[in-house]
């Protein structure tokens, strides 16, 4: 069945950069038609940040953007988190999310996703 593996998570200070990754396995990566990073902090919903398409179209969370990019590799099947000029606000569990549809509607809804990962933890301090 279809898996997908994050890592890269930490512990990284006020300024500074991680990249996060997200490896597809056990299914067609050429399947999934959008894919989507979302974070999740102790009391708050799970936001979407960053979404992907199979056509390399992105989109970000106001929170985001112009700090974060994602990328993705589709000869390693993998799906990437730049993040860039954290700030403390930034942490939280990351997980990546995928979806055999295209974007339909607003791409940062988690409801859009039915395969998601496990998450990776990001302090941001």
């Known amino acids: 069945h279809v898996q997908l593996v994050e890592s890269g998570g930490g512990s990284e200070q006020a300024g500074g950069s991680l990249r996060l990754a997200c490896k597809h396995s056990g299914g067609s990566w050429s399947g999934v038609l959008s894919m989507a990073w979302f974070r999740q902090t102790p009391g708050k919903a799970r936001e979407g940040i960053a979404s992907i398409d199979s056509l390399g179209r992105t989109m970000y969370a106001e929170s985001v953007k112009g700090r974060f990019i994602s990328s993705k590799d589709n000869a390693k099947s993998t799906l990437y988190l730049q993040m860039d000029s954290l700030k403390t606000e930034d942490s939280g569990v990351y997980y990546c999310?995928?979806?055999?549809?295209?974007?339909?509607?607003?791409?940062?809804?988690?409801?859009?996703?039915?395969?998601w990962g496990q998450g990776t933890q990001v302090t941001v301090s």
């Open positions: 999310a995928a979806s055999p549809e295209r974007w339909v509607g607003d791409p940062l809804r988690s409801a859009q996703y039915d395969i």
